[in-house]
């Protein structure tokens, strides 16, 4: 099973832990939910943590993630970690970053490999929507292109995510102000935020995830 999440701009004003929990929806079915959480560093680093806990075809799984970014957007390492309880699915996938591209452990079933995704050193990585609504209030229509790994195929994507402006959308039956963000590529993406960057809704292909209230 191939999920697609972008974790978009989930921002804060402060030194501290912004989270929020959603609803995860595959194909319209409700499968479990997700939470994110985002801190930054004194040193002007992003981290991004999500978790999800799914049950798809009555089969429970928990992915986790983490990705932690520099003050300028680039890249310095991506976590991922799939498993089925009980032990029928654990996989891990490790990348750090360097002028070469991406130097990549996997973990999966107990067995290691390694291997390098290459990036020309002139090609763009720097990715400043990361931080969007964290430090930098974009305009409508400002656009980033970037090359982003992709941890299911481990390879590079160039994506352009374009800030779209504001708009109003309904959840839980209210209507809410967002910012709408789009990022263009082998995975469309669609992130609706609220003023501090959290995310209200995101939607990329099939998979839909929807802020639980408190």
Known sequence: MRIFVAVL???????????????????GKNVGTASISQKLGADGSKTVDL????????????????????KLGNPVRKFMDS?????ALQKQVIATF???GANIISIDGGKRSTRQ???????PRTNLSEFWFVRDQPKSGQKVRAYVLNMDSLS??????IYRGKKSIKIGGKSVVVHEIETQGDRPIK???DDKGLPWLIETGGTTMRRIED
């Open 51 to 70: 978790k999800m806990d799914l049950l798809v075809s009555s089969q429970k799984m928990a992915i986790r993630s983490q990705n932690t970014y520099d």
């Open 117 to 123: 995704a290459s990036l020309v050193e002139t090609a």
């Open 191 to 193: 992130a609706f935020l």
């Open 9 to 27: 701009a989930v921002s804060i004003a402060s030194l501290a832990t912004a989270q929020t929990k959603l609803s995860v929806e595959i194909a």
């Open 98 to 100: 360097d002028a070469k």
């Open 156 to 161: 590079w994507e160039l994506q352009t995510t």
């Open 83 to 87: 498993n089925i309880p009980g032990g």
